[in-house]
């Protein structure tokens, strides 16, 4: 069982980040992540992603497979408090303000791991703790993962918020 519960977030942050780096598989697993996300994106009118940093789950490739088969993407813009406003992807980059995200009818979200009751640990500025809380009821949220990143149990908070399901190489876990 991988019970990380009693560890300080900041060191479970730098251990994951430091094994994102040191990955040797990345391309095989982005191209099974973004297979997947495509898969849930199909057909759907709006949809909530990012755009990966260069050791995040889907890589560079994510955004344009998204935007293929969905209406409208839309990304984030982090502001000075660093909530998230929203803009469409590759278009006139205007924000669409904070509650844009209620859009959406399915919300990709960044995660350096998540655990089995949809708890996520992220980079811990709080932003996707307040992005996730104005997501509509309707709304399916995803997080991607490589795989071990999908863990037993979390540090959790009172105001950390959790997520649908989780994509990983080996497929979609619903939570
Ligand atoms: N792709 C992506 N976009 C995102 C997020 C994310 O986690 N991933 N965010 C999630 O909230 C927001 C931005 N928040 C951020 C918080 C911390 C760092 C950060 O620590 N950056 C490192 C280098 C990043 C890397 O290459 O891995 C740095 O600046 O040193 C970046 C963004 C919105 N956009
Ligand atoms: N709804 C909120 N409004 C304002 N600040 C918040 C909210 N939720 C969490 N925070 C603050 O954000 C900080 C980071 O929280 P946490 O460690 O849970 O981040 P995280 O979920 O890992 O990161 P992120 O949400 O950016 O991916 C904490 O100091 C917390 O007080």
Known sequence: MSDFSQQPKQRLRAELLAARRARADRAKADAAIVELLATLAAGKRTVGAYVPFSTEP????MP???AAVCDRLLVPVVRPDLDLDWEIYDGDGIPLGVRAIAEADLVIVPALAV???GIRLGRGGGSYDRALARV???A????ALYSGEFVDVLPAEAHDL???AVVTPEGVTRL
């Open 115 to 117: 655990d089995r009751s």
């Open 162 to 164: 959790r997520v649908d």
């Open 140 to 143: 399916l949220t995803v997080a």
């Open 136 to 138: 509509g009821a309707g």
């Open 64 to 66: 344009d497979a998204l």
């Open 58 to 61: 889907g890589g560079a490739v």
